[in-house]
């Protein structure tokens, strides 16, 4: 079983980027796909960003197209997402998915989660 562990979250001014990073254990990294997806109380957990294994296939929610940037680092069991221009809006739980896989050119979250790292974006 993957476990995914985030970091890289914190308190930052509307404007500003952070990059957060998720490190897998396992074999299996490379081999599967990535996503990164956020909650906020009260709120379905939201898929923000996604990227198949092969690295061909990306997938952002709207509101942070042109924004946001998935990649990942196989080498080191590592993906990121660079996160820049953040809004107030932007503010949640972020939590880092290893183990999906798209269907068509839908990103399906599957194996492994992890604890969040919390972003939280002031005014």
């Known amino acids: 079983q993957v476990q995914p562990v985030e970091s890289g979250g914190g308190l930052v001014q509307a404007g500003g980027s952070l990059r957060l990073s998720c490190v897998a254990s396992?074999?299996?990294?490379?081999?599967?796909?990535i996503g990164w997806y956020r909650q906020t109380p009260g709120k379905q957990r939201e898929l923000v960003a996604a990227?198949?294994?092969?690295?061909?296939?990306?997938t952002y929610v709207d509101s942070v197209k042109g924004r946001f940037t998935i990649s990942r680092d196989n080498a080191k069991n590592t993906a990121y997402l660079q996160m820049n221009g953040l809004k107030p809006e932007d503010t949640a739980v972020y939590y880092c998915?290893?183990?999906?896989?798209?269907?068509?050119?839908?990103?399906?979250?599957?194996?492994?989660w992890g604890q969040g790292t919390r972003v939280t974006v002031s005014s």
């Open positions: 998915n290893v183990g999906g896989y798209y269907s068509g050119s839908s990103y399906r979250g599957g194996g492994g």
């Open positions: 396992g074999s299996i990294f490379a081999s599967t796909g």
């Open positions: 990227m198949s294994s092969a690295g061909t296939t990306f």
